[in-house]
């Protein structure tokens, strides 16, 4: 079946140690989405990638990169973890950003900072 | 800026019964796009319907249906015959133009007693 693969689904790593989590799709979407959502809160859009057009929201913090090599691969970098960015990161695709376009979620990687 | 409202933290209903999880939207915008996520735990959140602002007929799925009022920006989802595989979080979000992120609301935990 066509899906959204997310790894590792749990990762835990050390305050300032940087950490990337990695997202797959074999539904050949051009849109590629990473969302984080903390403990009882909305997902919030970080930034996507239209094809290779990488398109930040205005207040994702510095910290937060990505790269998408290939239309396959999406990768979400944190360069320095803090205690803050302890949450669950939702990666999602769509065939465009138009309205009627439905985004098809992976499972989700939580990440633990100690 | 959009917001999305879900007054509801959490809900129970009966296995068989109906059920109505409300949210609400604040928009200047004409023409959008309202969902209903479903993420059930431990799992992806997948879409459970939607609705173009631009059609007054309310969207139906099978049990799943909208009550949508536009000029009230209400968007309540109604799940008749409620089932144990329902027992999930629901996430309303909105989506506009060709923007390309939804902004969901807190979401709403549905519990479904048999």
């Known amino acids: 079946d066509a899906m959204v693969i997310q790894n590792p689904r749990y990762q835990v790593t050390q305050f300032g140690k940087p950490v990337t989590l990695s997202c797959s799709q074999t539904l050949n979407h051009n849109v590629m989405y990473w969302y984080q959502q903390k403990s009882s809160q909305a997902p919030k859009l970080l930034f996507h990638?239209?094809?290779?057009?990488?398109?930040n929201e205005a207040d994702t913090p510095d910290n937060f990169q990505s790269r998408r090599p290939n239309t396959s691969f999406c990768f979400l970098d944190i360069r320095s973890p803090g205690l803050g960015d302890a949450a669950m990161y939702l990666c999602?695709?769509?065939?465009?950003?138009?309205?009627?376009?439905?985004?098809?979620f992976g499972p989700g990687t939580r990440l633990t900072v100690l | 800026a959009q917001t999305v409202t879900q007054s509801q933290p959490e809900m129970s209903v009966q296995e068989a019964e109906t059920v109505t999880l409300s949210c609400t939207y604040d928009t200047s915008e004409s023409d959008y796009y309202l969902f209903w996520y479903k993420q059930p735990p431990s799992r992806q959140m997948i879409l459970v319907i939607r609705?173009?602002?631009?059609?007054?007929q309310n969207a139906t799925e099978n049990r799943f249906s909208v009550n949508f009022q536009k000029a009230a920006k209400s968007f309540s989802l109604k799940i008749s015959d409620s089932q144990l595989g329902d027992a999930a979080m629901y996430f309303c979000?909105?989506?506009?133009?060709?923007?390309?992120?939804?902004?969901f609301g807190k979401g709403t935990k549905l519990s479904v007693k048999p």
């Open positions: 990638y239209y094809d290779k057009d990488f398109n």
């Open positions: 609705q173009e602002a631009y059609k007054q």
């Open positions: 999602a695709t769509s065939f465009s950003t138009g309205m009627f376009a439905e985004q098809f």
């Open positions: 979000a909105y989506k506009r133009g060709s923007q390309g992120n939804l902004i």
